[in-house]
């Protein structure tokens, strides 16, 4: 599964919650669960090399990433 089809599962809700506003729906991608581990993989991949202690998550929603 390569990027392209990671970003197929993240649903695109125009002027929600309100006009203007592109609100990025990650629901399909948290139902999906082998590319839920492959979006994972790819993201904590980039810092295996690196001495992490903490990790926050900065939102309200972050913290399923973190």
């Not at 919650?17 to 399909?28: H, N, V």
């Amino acid at each position: 599964m390569v990027i392209e089809d990671l970003k197929q599962r993240i649903r695109e809700i125009p002027d929600f919650p309100k006009a203007g506003i592109l609100f990025r729906d990650i629901t399909p991608l948290l139902s999906d669960g082998p590319a839920f581990r492959q979006a994972i993989d790819l993201i904590g991949g980039r810092y295996l090399a690196r001495r992490i202690d903490v990790v926050v998550g900065v939102e309200a929603r972050g913290f399923v990433m973190g």
